[in-house]
């Protein structure tokens, strides 16, 4: 019925430690799929490898246990069509925010006007249109991050990756971005997978929640979260749903079994 | 004077932003100023009573060294001087920067390139370099060319190994955001690589240009005697003092003026490398 944007399938990473303790397994056995337009968020303890497991969906970290598909091709290297926000902005600051994002279309052989209409597009989405000659250190690093989320969204992207893109914010902020964040993802449409240590963050944003437990990474639970994106602040708050669904998602990344809930 | 000119160079949105504190901050600036011009005032005239003392051979006195730097550009000899060291030390250290810049790339961005490398940068480093000026007038003769040469070989080293490094520095942020852009491995270090090297790049070439004014009066004292390091040699051969003096004040002189100018052109062309510098990167 759906049709899966992203397949996981028996995923496993270590990392080699420096000290000869032998390898880390950092990821264990990771099964998950990702429907076209879906919305999935990653939680879990730092270290439970979450932000491991995006980077080897948007090919920046090697596969060599089990096998990720994007839009049913394998990804070895980084796969076509993908956006990928930084947790650091990871701006240019010799390019102005236009040439900031410009840079996802440099490898792309358009046009220079259909280019600049791409770019222009884009600023306009994320609110950016009245800085588009200012140079990223003259931003706030909300602003900042709007310039990532633009770069991301200029390659139309089928799948948007996005690893803790608010987690330096500070709380109004990353709550208006939030936000946002929502609207912008529902106008494009695209797949999202987005990583946070944030519950009410991954609540508020997600179709489902993907509860992750730590040494070795795995996958404790997947919740779907009740109500259509984009959700108001105001529903969030009111809806008493919302509360028991964050308590016991930090039950399961504190590890308390479902049963004892 | 000095403390007019200070007050304008504030900006005028800093002055608004730090109306309240701005007496107290132009009051230090005024005293740093005061007590820098009273020491050099106490030492022109300690030095002016002690060189009258003096047999005018060992010491010459500010005056005289005036005087001696007024007859120098009354008879052209400085703007000659001037203008053949300048020209030594551009062509030198415009070839110093084109090489050191390829090459400490090359070496930024392949592990290969620079193990090949490296023993020979080293060596270079540790070398005095001082001690290749016979050779390099073997190799080129007693003029212009050998006399870039050795501002070249002078420069070029501290070029290569700060560029290398910059490279290597680029953070891996940066590179990420190229692989996930499908970056070219051209448009890498067009768009990436290189810029992020810049601030290296500028202290390899604050470096390099100091070592080049070295090279620069070396060559014109050791290689062929003309230009500013000719003057220096003529007038010392003939103890005159004064004129040495003037000599040595001008050679300061090209030294401050290429410094401000390499400072002038970080300025201007590349204003993030000031304004990052204390987050480093946005």
């Known amino acids: ?261 | 004077m000095s403390n007019q000119t200070a007050t304008v160079t504030v900006p005028m949105a800093q002055q608004a932003v730090r109306g309240r504190r701005r007496p107290s901050r132009l009051r230090r600036l005024g005293r740093t100023l005061g007590i820098q011009v009273v020491s050099v005032a106490v030492f022109l005239t300690l030095w002016q009573w002690v060189g009258g003392q003096m047999n005018p051979i060992l010491l010459a006195t500010p005056t005289a060294v005036m005087a001696a730097f007024i007859d120098l550009v009354a008879t052209n000899q400085l703007q000659a001087a001037f203008v053949m060291a300048m020209a030594d030390l551009t062509v030198g250290f415009a070839l110093a920067i084109i090489v050191g810049i390829v090459v400490g790339v090359a070496m930024g961005r392949s592990r290969t390139i620079e193990q090949v490398l490296n023993p020979y940068i080293n060596f270079m480093q540790a070398t005095p370099l001082v001690a290749l000026v016979p050779l390099i007038v073997v190799w080129f003769g007693i003029g212009y060319e050998a006399r870039v040469a050795v501002v070249f070989v002078l420069a070029v080293w501290s070029i290569i190994i700060n560029t290398s490094t910059g490279v290597k520095a680029t953070p891996k942020i940066l590179m990420e955001v190229a692989q996930t852009y499908h970056l070219s491995t051209f448009d890498q270090l067009r768009a990436i690589s290189l810029p992020s090297a810049v601030p290296f790049i500028f202290s390899g070439l604050r470096i390099g240009l100091g070592k080049a004014l070295i090279g620069m009066v070396i060559a014109e004292m050791e290689v062929s005697v003309v230009g500013l390091g000719g003057l220096l040699n003529d007038y010392g051969m003939e103890f005159k003092t004064a004129y040495l003096l003037a000599g040595i004040a001008t050679a300061s002189m090209v030294g401050v003026l290429t410094a401000v100018g390499l400072e002038f052109i970080q300025a201007r062309f590349f204003p993030w490398v000031h304004a990052t510098s204390s987050r480093h990167q946005a």
């Open chain 1, 1 to 261: 019925m759906d049709t899966i944007a992203i397949r996981v399938e028996g995923v496993s990473r270590q990392f080699d430690q420096t000290d000869g303790q032998g390898p880390l397994l950092v990821l264990d056995g990771i099964d998950l799929s990702v429907s076209q337009g879906e919305f999935v968020s990653l939680v879990g303890a730092s270290g439970c490898g979450k932000t491991t497991l995006l980077k080897m969906m948007g090919g920046l970290v090697g596969c060599e246990d089990g096998t990720i598909t994007i839009n049913g091709r394998g990804v070895h290297g980084v796969p076509d069509n993908i956006g990928f926000v930084f947790q650091e902005p990871g701006l240019l600051p010799w390019r102005s925010v236009t040439g900031n994002v410009e840079l996802a279309l440099q490898h792309k052989r358009l046009p220079g006007a259909k280019k600049q209409e791409i770019v222009r597009r884009y600023l306009e989405v994320t609110g950016l249109t009245d800085f588009a000659g200012f140079p990223p250190y003259r931003l706030s690093g909300g602003m900042q991050q709007r310039v990532g989320l633009a770069r991301a969204l200029a390659v139309d992207p089928s799948v948007l990756l996005m690893d803790e893109p608010f987690g330096a914010l500070d709380a109004l902020t990353r709550a208006a971005l939030q936000v946002e964040l929502g609207r912008i993802v529902e106008s494009v449409g695209s797949t999202v997978v987005f990583v946070t240590h944030d519950v009410d963050e991954a609540i508020f944003l997600s179709d489902k929640v993907v509860v992750m437990g730590t040494r070795p990474g795995r996958i404790r639970a997947i919740v779907e979260v009740p109500g259509k994106r984009p959700r108001t602040r105001e529903e969030f708050a009111s809806n008493g749903a919302y509360l028991e669904l964050r308590n016991r998602i930090l039950r399961l990344i504190e590890g308390v079994p479902e049963a004892a809930a």
